[in-house]
Nanobody, 119 residues
C-alpha cells in the first residue's frame, strides 16, 4: 500500500513563503491526480490545488490562485505546494492526496503537516 508523506510545514509570518512536499513511498505508484487539501481549526477540509498527473495540468482554489503553485518532480515521485504571500487564513493542516488509476476520488491521504501563519 503506497503511503504519502508530507513535510515542510511550520510557523511563518504573514507575507512569507513556504514549500510543502509530498513524497509517495513507492516509485511503482501511478496516480490520475495529486492534490493538496487543508483543514483549519473548526472548519471542514477544503480543496487547495491539484495536478493531473498525465498532463501536468494544474488547478487552484480561488482563495490561493496567484499565491500558491503546485508542481512535481517525477524522478522523486514528489509533489510540492509552493506557498507565497501567506496570510493568517492559510493557517491549517495541509494534506496531500492521490487519486489512483482506476479510482474516482482521492483515496490515499498523507498524515498532514501543520502550517501556522502569525501576524
Amino acid at each position: 500500500q503506497v503511503q504519502l508523506v508530507e513535510s515542510g510545514g511550520g510557523l511563518v509570518q504573514t507575507g512569507a513563503s513556504l514549500r510543502l512536499s509530498c513524497a509517495a513511498s513507492t516509485r511503482a505508484f501511478s496516480a490520475v491526480a495529486m492534490a493538496w487539501f487543508r483543514q483549519a481549526p473548526g472548519k471542514e477540509r477544503e480543496y487547495v490545488a491539484s495536478m493531473r498527473w498525465s498532463t501536468g495540468d494544474t488547478y487552484y482554489a480561488d482563495s490561493v490562485k496567484g499565491r500558491f503553485t503546485i508542481s512535481r518532480d517525477l524522478r522523486k515521485n514528489t509533489v510540492y505546494l509552493q506557498m507565497n504571500s501567506v496570510q493568517s487564513v492559510d493557517t491549517a493542516v495541509y494534506y496531500c492526496a492521490a487519486q489512483r488509476v482506476g479510482g474516482t476520488t482521492y483515496d490515499i491521504w498523507g498524515q498532514g503537516t501543520q502550517v501556522t501563519v502569525s501576524s
